[in-house]
Nanobody, 116 residues
Framework: QVRLVESGGGLVQAGGSLRLSCAAS????????MNWYRQAPGKQRELVAT???????NYADAVKGRFTISRDNAKNTVYLQMNSLKPEDTAVYYC??????????WGQGTQVTVSS
């Protein structure tokens, strides 16, 4: 059973930073593309950042230059470093992966609130 557990969310003032973590069960982080999504109240869930098994990264335009996705294979953990946070970054942030032959898996989410 694949399990993803996010942590690191909280309340921060605009301009501040947070680092989110996604701890995965098993050795899936090194072998699969890992994603961070977010969902703000009343809005659709959107893709924020991606890191592939070979380390390629991609970001939504809204977070480019401010957010950095990374992973620690030894700890089976993916991170999202968020700097220069804005009130519009307020959302529940989710970790997701898709494993061929097994399907997609989501974490439970972690709330990020940015005050102005």
């Amino acid at each position: 059973q694949v399990r993803l557990v996010e942590s690191g969310g909280g309340l921060v003032q605009a301009g501040g930073s947070l680092r989110l973590s996604c701890a995965a069960s098993g050795s899936i982080v090194s072998a699969n593309t890992m994603n961070w999504y977010r969902q703000a109240p009343g809005k659709q869930r959107e893709l924020v950042a991606t890191i592939t098994a070979v380390g390629s990264t991609n970001y939504a335009d809204a977070v480019k230059g401010r957010f950095t996705i990374s992973r620690d294979n030894a700890k089976n953990t993916v991170y999202l470093q968020m700097n220069s946070l804005k009130p519009e970054d307020t959302a529940v942030y989710y970790c997701k992966t898709f494993i061929a032959g097994r399907g997609g898996y989501w974490g439970q989410g972690t709330q990020v609130t940015v005050s102005s």
